[in-house]
């Protein structure tokens, strides 16, 4: 009697390790490892009952729909995962963030069109992801940040048309990126992958189907083949403009700004202002095209030619201006520092409209031009009048500044 008694005692401290559904079959692997095998059953969720220390689990060929997040709950040790096809087209965020141990997981051939990359800031442990034969239109910028043990990357035959810049850059393990079958777009905003390609040790297999699908003229060329001539990185130049000569005394000072770009595809024009009050980003034009000012930008007025004007011109607008030329390749920033005094010095002394005038080394900035910084930037002085009558007067009121001296203090930079 008491050995079968401690034959009962076993099977009941064993069999939580050896709890298996009635659809799946389970065994012990070699390197004891738990396999549930539930593959080609027509099961359309996943089944209940598993055993908590099951670390392989193999679901491919069913009718999966969707994956709950507590789907994968009973088995937080697995370390593979095979969903493989199924017609899987919903994943709740959260189903995969439970298991750190996962370092293989196959969803390809599914229906997927969203998928929760979030979930996978918590799988530091995965060197494989199949997510081919999908209907994946995106992967988001930082999607596979912390994968660092990351080897096999499998995104093709989805539905691509673009990379977010440094996608792969965070992947020091990757050695093998499937990308072909997608429609990309190669405008220059996948021109990174080309740079990125051509220095990485992962290597991009069947290059030779990863094609461009737009524009026209590159239709059927690969993706790591864009001509370099149609994306240059942008530059910019940032000048003082200035004045009418025979602008009224009871004219405030504008202070004009121009900044010059260049690159392909053609720049747009951001600009940056910092004062001591507050900081103002203005990423477009505010005057419009009859030449008057878009509401709430009345202070401000930015045209589309990359000119900035600020009519009256006042101690609170002294800061920081900066010009940012923005295309798909990148972005170049110039920036001067603003600072507002008098002064009764003579205008025509000093440069206006060419910062580099009279500087033997000053130069524009041309379209291709390659510019050594060092050798680039003088400081600006636009020099203005005040009034003798408005120096004159003790216990008068203060004037209203009409004439006087910027100091811009930074650097004119073209890069």
């Not at 494989?128 to 096999?152: D, T, Y």
């Not at 770009?261 to 910092?274: K, M, N, R, T």
Request: glycine residues 10%; aromatic residues 6%.
């Amino acid at each position: 009697m008491r050995p079968l008694l401690g034959c009962l005692a076993l099977v009941t401290l064993l069999s939580p390790s050896l709890a298996c559904p009635s659809p799946c079959s389970c065994s012990t692997k070699k390197n004891g490892r738990l396999l549930a095998e539930c593959a080609y059953r027509e099961l359309r969720e996943v089944p209940r009952g598993l055993s908590p220390n099951v670390t392989i689990l193999t679901l491919s060929a069913n009718r999966l729909g969707r994956l709950g997040r507590g789907s994968l709950a009973e088995v937080p040790e697995l370390q593979s995962l095979w969903l493989g096809y199924n017609h899987i087209a919903a994943v709740e965020p959260g189903t995969f963030s439970a298991l750190p141990q996962l370092k293989n997981l196959d969803l390809s051939h599914n229906r997927l069109a969203e998928f929760p990359w979030e979930d996978l800031r918590n799988l530091s442990a995965l060197q494989i992801l199949k997510l081919s034969n999908n209907r994946l239109a995106a992967l988001p910028r930082g999607a596979l940040r912390g994968l660092r043990e990351l080897r096999s990357l499998w995104l093709n035959d989805n539905e691509l048309t673009t990379l977010a810049q440094g996608a792969f850059e965070a992947l020091p393990a990757l050695a093998q990126l499937q990308l072909f079958h997608n429609p990309f777009n190669c405008s220059c905003k996948l021109f990174w992958l080309k740079e990125w390609a051509h220095g990485a040790s992962a290597v991009i297999s069947r290059a030779g189907s990863t094609l461009c699908a737009a524009p026209a003229r590159l239709r059927g060329r690969a993706v790591t083949d864009i001509p370099g001539r149609l994306c240059v990185a942008p530059s910019a130049q940032l000048t003082y403009l200035s004045g009418p000569a025979n602008a009224a005394p009871r004219d405030g000072l504008t202070l004009t700004l121009h900044c010059s770009v260049a690159g392909s595809p053609p720049p747009e024009i951001h600009w940056q202002i910092q004062t001591s009050g507050r900081r103002v980003d203005i990423h477009g034009p505010t005057v419009a095209r009859d030449g008057g000012a878009k509401p709430g930008r009345q202070r401000f007025l930015a045209f589309k030619n990359g000119t900035m004007a600020i009519p009256n011109f006042g101690k609170e607008d002294e800061g920081t201006y900066t010009c940012l030329a923005v295309n798909d390749v990148g972005v170049r920033d110039v920036s001067v520092n603003v600072a507002l005094a008098g002064s009764g010095n003579p205008a025509e002394e000093l440069p206006r409209d060419d910062p580099h005038a009279g500087h033997p080394g000053g130069h524009s900035c041309a379209k291709g031009d390659e510019l050594d910084p060092s050798g680039v930037g003088e400081k600006l002085v636009i020099v203005y009048h005040v009034p003798r009558e408005a120096r004159s007067g003790a216990g008068a009121a203060e004037p209203r500044i009409r004439v006087g001296i910027l100091l811009v203090l930074g650097l004119l930079l073209c890069w």
